[in-house]
């Protein structure tokens, strides 16, 4: 296994250089230090932890971006350890930390919950002791400052968070390279709410030296990144557009050939995702007023517009 680092972005703000980038400010005078998320398991806020000793801190809070199980998935062991930790989170986010078998209910399209959609191990029962308004705030935890910053379009209620430093964490509000290049079909339950939060993300950069994405690490430019997204986002809209100017199809079968498309995996996560990103394109392509929906024999019918 590789070792755990830090890595230092600007002044006190860090990330892990695990497989996901959690971060990590530390306050190295108190000897205190608040991550952002806590990672997909025990293992990894572990790692993160044991490291965190080495820098002479202690964790004393978790900041969550939002409520899927790889970004709060470390918490419950952290919990365990240091049970004064207070554990940060959005109203939305926070039944899905409390409850971690709430994301197959939301995006398991009937499917009974299982261990196949949470990955973690579920210990006891976690309570979220903050939870935030889903606007833009200042949060103090022990003198350390926090710009909160909302972040929708991947996850209903989905926060940024901005350091002292001018680092902004910003959850799974947009993907590095390395993601881009290995998975086309982003996932994105509010497809113009992630098109707003994208280009506010561009608007942010003169006030912000450096972005962490969880998924791919650091960047200091938002331009070109922004530009791949909306790119991917209008190539898929538009796939599903030129299906339904074909022929009439359901939200399953035009699943099924999503699925097709992008080569994903014959089970039931990935056709729950799938199927939620469809979802997610045909609400914005009915905003937009380019399909048509009825009920025909008991079947939900989209139609595209000519």
Known sequence: MRKLNLIEIWGNSYMASGAHAVGVYLDRLKGLAVLIDSGAHA????????????????????????????????????????????????????????????????????????????????????????????????????????QIIPLPGHFPGMIGVRTRDQVLYCGDALFGEKTLRKQELLFYTDISAARATLEQLQKLQDKSKSYVLYHGGAYEDMDRLVEKHLHIMDETCGFILNLLRERPLTVEELTQRAMEKFKLEDNLKQYGLTYTVVRAYITELEQQQQITTNVEKGRLIFRGRP
């Open 43 to 146: 293992e990894a806020a572990e790692r993160i932890d044991r490291k965190i000793i080495e820098y002479g801190c202690r964790i004393t809070a978790i900041i969550h971006t939002h409520g899927h199980a790889d970004h709060f998935g470390g918490t419950s062991y952290l919990k365990g350890k240091y049970p004064d930790l207070r554990i940060f989170a959005a109203y939305a986010a926070a039944p899905f930390i409390e409850n971690p078998y709430l994301e197959a209910f939301c995006y398991g399209c009937g499917v009974l919950p299982n261990d196949e959609w949470t990955g973690i191990e579920i210990t006891e029962p976690l309570q979220v002791t903050d939870k935030l308004q889903g606007r833009e705030q200042t949060l103090r935890i022990h003198g350390m400052e926090f």
